[in-house]
């Protein structure tokens, strides 16, 4: 099993700012990813964190908004970028050796004024 | 368009009883799907993982059946008691391409009532 911790565990933040949350993972893994999950709604995959590449994004996510860097097996950010209210819900990062068992960090609550 | 529902509405049990929590989906033809915990304010917990040509898998008091035919999981606690309250959610793992990811449902909120 692998413990996850994410920080921030929250934030509040302005209109147009922009928020990095970081995922540390207590044992290399080979995949990280992040999702998103809005209040009473399903998780929503953001992307895959890749090590030494850029992120794989899913439709509707774009680097430019959720860039995402992963420098090495344990440790992940993703930064929310010109934040706007839409942007407001949880940000989880989960970890895994092999997809069919994901860990998942406790989550970012963001809420965008 | 692929959908993976689960029921919206929460499922209130009396302590003591089994609660049954389904999962359907369509356009996917998953690998395998898994049912994960979540408690409010906290991060999804691995539950089970049950593959396509598996029928049923158990877990202490926890049992999932998977229906390919039906394109149907259901996801059985026997023996309920007031701790297993939470939301249950049920993803799959499908893809094409050399692409594959996991894909979670909605969730479906358990109550033990006492």
């Known amino acids: 099993s692998a413990v996850i911790s994410q920080k921030p565990s929250r934030d509040i933040c302005q209109r147009g700012t922009s928020l990095t949350i970081q995922c540390q993972v207590d044992s290399q893994v080979t995949m990280m990813f992040w999702y998103r999950q809005q209040p009473g709604q399903s998780l929503t995959l953001i992307a895959t964190a890749n090590q030494g590449s850029e992120a794989t994004y899913e439709s509707g996510f774009v680097i430019d908004k959720f860039p995402i860097s992963r420098p090495n097996l344990t440790f992940s950010t993703l930064t929310v970028s010109n934040m706007s209210p839409e942007d407001s819900s949880i940000y989880l990062c989960?970890?895994?050796?092999?997809?069919?068992?994901?860990?998942f960090g406790p989550g970012t609550r963001l809420l965008v004024l | 368009s692929q959908k993976i529902e689960q029921n919206s509405e929460a499922l209130n049990i009396q302590e003591g009883k089994t609660a049954t929590l389904t999962c359907n989906y369509t356009n996917y033809s998953p690998a395998y799907l898994q049912w994960y915990r979540q408690d409010p304010g906290r991060g999804p917990v691995f539950l089970l993982l049950?593959?396509?040509?598996?029928k049923e898998k158990r877990k202490e008091r926890l049992k999932v059946t998977f229906d390919t035919t039906l394109k149907q999981s259901l996801f059985h606690i026997t023996a309920s008691q007031p701790a297993d309250s939470a939301t249950y959610l049920c993803a799959l793992l499908a893809g094409s391409g050399g692409y594959q990811k996991v894909t979670f449902g909605t969730g479906t909120k358990l109550q033990v009532i006492p």
């Open positions: 989960s970890a895994s050796g092999a997809l069919e068992t994901q860990y």
């Open positions: 049950i593959r396509e040509n598996e």
